[in-house]
């Protein structure tokens, strides 16, 4: 099922919204080449799109976070180490062919849109809003 972007995935910082709408346009790509039962070195490149993509909006949100002292930095951060993690070993899996890591991919980073991105990302919104970042 298709994901579309709404203002419950919007935090208030425009960088890390932009980036999350592309998360979300990296998910339903995923979600096409599984559906139309896309090879093995199509869901590869997406999913390694997908691993930088996170790696790189972590890097972003963590380094804003340390510059103003957010309160919640450390298991903030803690979240992000543990679904590169889980992303690095299911892109292994992948790679050895196996068939269950794609469809675990796809409902984790679901999961992760509705867990991590529309609820923990909204409390450092407000936070870094009152400190003039938008």
Do not use: C
Not at 33 to 56: A, D, M, P, Q, R
Not at 78 to 100: C, I, P, T, V, Y
């Amino acid at each position: 099922m298709r994901i579309e972007w709404t203002d419950k995935f919007r935090a208030g910082v425009e960088k890390f919204d932009s980036q999350h709408k592309g998360l979300i346009e990296l998910i339903n790509e995923l979600q096409r080449i599984i559906s139309v039962g896309g090879g093995s070195k199509e869901l590869e490149k997406v999913v390694t799109e997908i691993y930088e993509h996170k790696k790189n909006h972590f890097a972003d949100e963590e380094r804003l976070m340390l510059d103003h002292n957010y309160p919640e930095f450390e298991q903030h951060a803690k979240e992000h180490r543990e679904m590169l993690d889980w992303l690095s070993r299911h892109r292994e899996n992948l790679a050895a062919g196996d068939k269950m890591a794609t469809v675990e991919l796809s409902g984790y980073l679901s999961d992760w849109l509705m867990n991590h991105v529309a609820k923990t990302d909204m409390q450092y919104g407000q936070f870094f809003n009152d400190r003039g970042v938008y």
